[in-house]
T-cell receptor
Framework: DVKVTQSSRYLVKRTGEKVFLECVQDMDHENMFWYRQDPGLGLRLIYFSYDVKMKEKGDIPEGYSVSREKKERFSLILESASTNQTSMYLC??????????????FGDGTRLSIL | KQEVTQIPAALSVPEGENLVLNCSFTDSAIYNLQWFRQDPGKGLTSLLLIQSSQREQTSGRLNASLDKSSGRSTLYIAASQPGDSATYLCAVLSGSARQLTFGSGTQLTVLP
């Protein structure tokens, strides 16, 4: 089974801090995604990556950046955390070269609170 | 821009009932539609994926249908069990975007 692992289940940070959320997948998938999930707004795509050192903006990239130095790891960075970034963050991956035919696999999520 | 709507937002049924969850989307030019399950505080688990050329997919007690022309999908759950209690989300892959657009989900409670 594909395993997508997010480094923290719960995280509490302060306004202005630089925050790193880590995601690792063990199936050699090239495609990885970061979403945030908020009540009433559903899941929204922040950033995605189709290869090492490659990234593309999703629907809500403002206030975030990403890093993909190795194929298995995709990091989401909050450069200067703000309270409106309090949310559930979900990482996902899908298999190489078959973006349209295979289901996305999700991690268990990181619930991030910014105080 | 693609929009996905799920009705109802919440549903409560007694154990053993058959039930239908609805999903509609505004742009019928989709590549596929996916149904997910999410348990409280957890990530998403893929249940069924229907390609745009398919009409339905089945897995155990679950059956998902797709009517692309009308922009609708249904998830049918037979003989519901308390363990089916969760939030069910549908998502479509469409347009030139390389991402899924999600609905807000239906929160299902199956009462023992």
């Amino acid at each position: 089974d594909v395993k997508v692992t997010q480094s923290s289940r719960y995280l509490v940070k302060r306004t202005g801090e630089k925050v790193f959320l880590e995601c690792v997948q063990d199936m050699d998938h090239e495609n990885m995604f970061w979403y945030r999930q908020d009540p009433g707004l559903g899941l929204r795509l922040i950033y995605f990556s189709y290869d090492v050192k490659m990234k593309e903006k999703g629907d809500i990239p403002e206030g975030y950046s990403v890093s993909r130095e190795k194929k298995e790891r995709f990091s989401l960075i909050l450069e200067s955390a703000s309270t409106n970034q309090t949310s559930m963050y979900l990482c996902a991956s899908i298999p190489t070269g078959r973006r349209f035919g295979q289901p996305q696999h999700f991690g268990d999520g990181t619930r991030l609170s910014i105080l | 821009k693609q929009e996905v709507t799920q009705i109802p937002a919440a549903l409560s049924v007694p154990e053993g009932e058959n039930l239908v969850l609805n999903c509609s989307f505004t742009d019928s030019a989709i590549y596929n539609l996916q149904w997910f399950r999410q348990d409280p505080g957890k990530g998403l688990t893929s249940l069924l994926l229907i390609q745009s050329s398919q009409r339905e997919q089945t897995s155990g007690r679950l059956n998902a249908s797709l009517d692309k022309s009308s922009g609708r999908s249904t998830l049918y759950i037979a003989a519901s069990q308390p363990g089916d209690s969760a939030t069910y989300l549908c998502a479509v892959l469409s347009g030139s975007a390389r991402q899924l657009t999600f609905g807000s989900g239906t929160q299902l409670t199956v009462l023992p």
